[in-house]
């Protein structure tokens, strides 16, 4: 695997409510959290630029409401922010694409000849995923760190319900089967990242 020097890290919705909501819904991959913060490391180590983004809702009862603690970056992030040799960016957005956010994510990489861009955070069948497939329409090598992401168990129609990790393993598939992005480990990027930087 090549990063590219300016390959962009995309750190979609690392926030606190999801450790609420972790508390009363079953999650997966408890180690998500741990890569997530390798990654980082990794690229702003090797000096490449890092987006960190938050999501704002608009409900007036979600963790993730702007106001209440749960908007707030998880502690771990929040610390890294700043610390970087590349570039940064912050994003808000109220939907579930970082490319839907603020400032203009896809004009920002464009303007910085970005090309290339690694996806991890919360959640992975959510807004890690609606970015990493827009990503992918929008032309760019997406590489989707499927194992520095996590989701929860959910219900759906016709009484159907999924297991966060069931649900992890049908973006994966969505994503390599369908040409978005290429669904690979922590330990792959951030190998590759620090052999390139």
Not at 7 to 30: C, H, K, T, Y
Not at 76 to 85: F, I, N, S, T
Not at 152 to 159: I, L, V
Request: charged fraction near 20%; aromatic fraction near 8%; proline fraction near 5%.
């Amino acid at each position: 695997m090549e990063i590219t020097e300016n390959a962009a890290l995309i750190v979609v919705d690392v926030q606190q409510g999801f450790d609420e909501m972790a508390s009363s819904i079953p999650r997966n991959n408890p180690t998500a959290d741990d890569n997530i913060a390798s990654l980082i490391a990794a690229w702003q180590d090797t000096g490449r630029p890092v987006v960190f983004v938050r999501h704002d809702s608009t409900k007036p009862d979600s963790p993730l409401r702007p106001g209440y603690p749960g908007n707030d970056f998880k502690e771990y992030v929040e610390q890294r922010r700043g610390l970087g040799k590349g570039p940064e960016l912050f994003i808000t957005k109220t939907v579930n694409s970082a490319f839907y956010g603020t400032p203009d994510l896809d004009a920002w990489l464009k303007t910085s000849g970005i090309t290339q861009i690694a996806i991890a955070g919360i959640q992975t069948n959510m807004c890690a995923e609606t970015t990493a497939r827009m990503g992918g329409n929008l032309g760019y090598d997406v590489l989707f760190a499927l194992d520095a992401t996590y989701t929860f168990d959910q219900e759906g129609p016709f009484g159907w319900h999924l297991t966060a990790d069931e649900l992890s393993r049908a973006t994966a598939v969505t994503l390599h089967g369908g040409d978005f992005a290429r669904v690979v480990t922590t330990e792959e990027v951030v190998t590759a990242a620090v052999a390139g930087g």
